[in-house]
């Protein structure tokens, strides 16, 4: 069954460093977002992105992040220059369909911890 | 603000036995879908059931059922017949009709005991 892979699974980063996290959704899926989790908080939505281009994004995605999906199988997030309280298990996220018409499938997560 | 809510961060419940996991939201929005998604240790968040806000019926899917009340921004999700495979946190989720963006809650993690 084809599934969301993530890369790496854990990464351990000194502040201010920039941080790449690697995504490779569902082949055939056309939406693909990211999402955080800080440790005992909500799953938070950071950006969706659909036709190569952001199609919605939340507060928390500032400056310091970006999204690309630079060869159409890979979708990444870049954190440029990290804080302390950017550690937290970022999920990737693919489907078919936009929002409320189809599930998405998530990956197993990417765990990042700032020091 | 739109927020969703679990107020139960832990669960337990025997094999066989039949738990519901509570969930509210807030939206001022009327069109709307509800989800709740499991996520069992070390592996990804998978689909469980879907609802969708203009449908009074309450969706089902094998022995996992919702208790949908739009009124009271209510969602609660009922497991019967629990497997110690229904172990996981589970995560309940609205979206608005015509954006990209799933609020979840925090989560409810569910042990169900041999």
């Known amino acids: 069954e084809p599934e969301v892979t993530q890369t790496p699974s854990h990464q351990v980063t000194q502040m201010g460093q920039e941080v790449i996290l690697r995504c490779v959704p569902i082949?055939?899926?056309?939406?693909f977002y990211w999402y955080r989790q800080i440790l005992g908080q909500k799953v938070e939505f950071l950006v969706s992105f659909y036709n190569n281009e952001i199609s919605e994004k939340s507060e928390i995605f500032d400056d310091q992040f970006s999204v690309e999906r630079p060869d159409g199988s890979n979708f990444t997030l870049k954190i440029r220059s990290t804080k302390l309280e950017d550690s937290a298990m970022y999920f990737c996220a693919s489907g078919v369909t936009a929002g409320e018409t189809g599930e998405l499938f998530f990956g197993e997560g990417s765990r990042l911890t700032v020091l | 603000a739109q927020t969703v809510t679990q107020s139960q961060p832990e669960m337990s419940v025997q094999e066989a036995e039949t738990v519901t996991l509570s969930c509210t939201y807030d939206?001022?929005?009327?069109?709307?879908?509800l989800f709740w998604y499991k996520q069992p240790p070390s592996r990804q968040m998978i689909l469980v059931i879907r609802q969708e806000a203009y449908k009074q019926q309450n969706a089902t899917e094998n022995r996992f059922s919702v208790n949908f009340q739009k009124a009271a921004k209510s969602f609660s999700l009922k497991i019967s017949d629990s497997q110690l495979g229904d172990t996981a946190m589970y995560f309940c989720?609205?979206?608005?009709?015509?954006?990209?963006?799933?609020?979840f809650g925090t989560g409810t993690r569910l042990k169900v005991l041999a």
């Open positions: 939206t001022s929005e009327n069109n709307y879908y």
């Open positions: 082949s055939n899926h056309l939406y």
């Open positions: 989720a609205f979206i608005h009709s015509g954006t990209y963006k799933y609020i």
